[in-house]
């Protein structure tokens, strides 16, 4: 019995001893770290405010969201985006009059090398057919002159 009480006393000592040292190690943090924690508490009071000052000065720039009428910097904002379209649909419309400038100018070409194509082929045309005429003129002159009996530029022996 005394054994176990023995044991018992050793079992509530060494609990007792496990209480008493948690007891003060959350104890020893909690006083040191009230400093911080009160610096930390006005940290975020200053943040809080400044969020509010933000989300103010913000609703007074760009307006309340569901206020109909549009504020200064949205006004200028839709001025921009209005000058924008404008300045790229003159500059596609700049572009599009440049392509059919270009395309006039390149089916003129082509007309102008059609016909001086069509002349170059009759000028050609008709040199062939004079030179024809001329090698036939020739030949029948040669067979007239072999029928007359007197060839010219033929040598007979």
């Known amino acids: 019995m005394i054994k176990e009480m023995k044991k018992s006393i050793v079992m509530f000592g060494a609990a007792a001893i496990v ?3 948690v007891s003060s190690a959350t104890a020893v943090p909690q006083v040191q770290s009230e400093p911080v924690m009160k610096i930390i508490n006005d940290m975020e009071q200053k943040k ?26 949205i006004r ?8 924008i379209d404008a300045f790229f649909q003159t500059l596609i419309d700049i572009i599009l009059t440049i392509g059919d400038f ?4 390149i089916k003129w070409l082509e007309d102008s090398l059609n ?27 040669l067979i007239k002159d072999i029928i007359d009996g007197n060839p010219k530029g033929i040598v007979t022996s």
Request: aromatic residues 6%; without cysteine; neutral net charge.
């Open 19 to 21: 209480l008493l040292m």
């Open 48 to 73: 809080t405010m400044l969020e509010e000052k933000l989300a103010s000065l913000t609703e007074r720039l760009l307006g309340a969201p569901d206020d109909p009428q549009p504020t200064f910097i």
């Open 76 to 83: 200028i904002l839709l001025w921009l985006i209005k000058l």
């Open 102 to 105: 270009i395309a006039k100018v």
């Open 115 to 141: 016909q001086i194509y069509k002349i170059v082929m009759g000028l050609l045309g008709l040199k062939l057919l004079e030179t024809i005429v001329g090698i036939l003129r020739f030949i029948l002159d």
